[in-house]
């Protein structure tokens, strides 16, 4: 399993940045995907998930209403559209595949996970 995540980079407060995440060595199409972050001296957390099919959609509070998660299964890629973006959305951002097809918010659901791709949010 694979997990190429790129787009990260410098931002200006309200700027945006899309993410994407490209997998291979498993059956994409079948599994729910990931994305969740991590800021210097804390934990990684939770961001955005989209099922197999991406009918179903969760995110996490702080980025509802900014964030949109998207994939195309056609191209083994899994997206993530973040506008308005905030100085506290700095981190490096993870792509991940969960172990189920349910969409989940649970770190320990997700099975194998990507290099990281930081994103810089300053003016």
């Known amino acids: 399993v694979q997990l190429q995540a790129s787009g990260g980079g410098l931002a200006q407060p309200g700027g945006s940045l899309t993410l994407s995440c490209t997998a291979s060595?498993?059956?994409?199409?079948?599994?729910?995907m990931g994305w969740f972050r991590q800021a210097p001296g804390k934990e990684r957390e939770f961001v955005a998930t989209i099922s197999w099919r991406g009918e179903i959609t969760y995110y996490a509070e702080p980025v509802k209403g900014r964030f949109t998660i998207s994939r195309d299964n056609g191209r083994n890629t899994v997206y993530l559209q973040m506008d308005n973006l905030k100085p506290e959305d700095t981190g490096v951002y993870y792509c991940?595949?969960?172990?189920?097809?349910?969409?989940?918010?649970?770190?320990?659901?997700?099975?194998?996970w990507g290099q990281g791709t930081q994103v810089t949010v300053s003016s």
């Open positions: 991940a595949v969960s172990r189920y097809s349910q969409a989940s918010t649970v770190k320990s659901a997700y099975a194998y």
């Open positions: 060595g498993f059956a994409f199409h079948d599994y729910t």
